[in-house]
């Protein structure tokens, strides 16, 4: 009896060993399960980051292309705008030289009207032909009066060009906006320096240093100091651009584009 008592208390020493063995698998494996749940969750982090930074960049790109999109547009409003101011200032032209035949005619008609008053004593052939001469120059009037009715209307094109030309300013201050605002974004980006801060014909960035002061012509374009000199003929410039004649006597005298030197 004693002896197996004894088998049994020896058989159960082994069973009670493993315990602490158990116990620090179980550990080890909580460990490990926690470190993987650690790297899931991190890289569930880095996921999302990732995701955010591309729909940042993607709402970016999204804007940029449509200020592009607009300047485009814009541009193409001012190219119809020219077209159409073209063809008015055209017509205009053609109408002012009407205008002159019409107050030539007029004034030869009145000077033949009077000739024929005092030509009362002429043969009878030469008054019938005076006759044939006198209808002939009063259709010409009839047609003259018609023709003075379209010269008339001479304020209402000379309206509708200025109107045009102040729709064309209007295009291009909005467009060089967003250009501006499109370049400030881009350099922001990059780190360059943004092109609406460079002379165009230079490359040289404006700035307060007397030759290098962005100064604007009639036409809107900056150019700066040392440039309009290169560029000044005695009594004025011509925009390399657009080819607008700016009248100065004084280069100092052309106004200077703060906005640029204040950004």
């Known amino acids: ?3 197996g008592r004894r088998r049994l208390h020896s058989g159960s020493t082994p069973r009670g060993g493993e315990r602490p ?16 749940r650690n790297l899931k969750r991190k890289l569930e982090e880095a996921r999302q980051r990732e995701d955010k930074y591309i729909k940042n960049e993607q709402l970016h790109h999204t804007a940029m292309r449509s200020k592009q999109q607009r300047i485009e547009r814009m541009e193409k409003s001012m190219e119809s705008t020219n077209r159409k101011m073209y063809a008015t200032q055209c017509r ?10 019409l107050e030539m005619e007029s004034k030869i008609m009145a000077d033949f009207i009077d000739h024929y008053y005092d030509s009362r004593n002429i043969t009878e052939e030469d008054r019938d032909e005076l006759q044939d001469k006198l209808d002939e120059e009063a259709a010409n009037y009839r047609d003259l009066e018609d023709r003075i009715k379209e010269v008339r209307h001479r304020d209402r094109y000379m309206k509708t060009v200025e109107t045009e030309r102040k729709r064309t300013t209007f295009y291009r201050k909005k467009m060089l906006e967003l250009a501006e605002q499109l370049q400030f974004e881009q350099q922001e980006v990059t780190g360059e320096t943004p092109l609406w801060k460079l002379c165009e014909i230079c490359a040289h960035q404006f700035s307060h240093s007397d030759e290098y002061v962005p100064r604007v012509l009639v036409c809107g374009h900056t150019l700066c100091t040392s440039c309009i000199e290169k560029l000044d003929v005695g009594d004025g410039i011509r925009c390399p651009f657009c080819r607008t004649w700016t009248n100065m006597k004084r280069i100092e005298a052309l106004p200077k584009n703060f906005q640029i030197l204040q950004m």
């Open 1 to 3: 009896m004693d002896h």
């Open 21 to 36: 063995a158990k116990r620090e698998r179980i550990s080890v494996e909580e460990q490990q399960s926690q470190e993987i």
């Open 92 to 101: 205009l032209n053609d109408m002012e030289n009407i205008y002159d035949d």
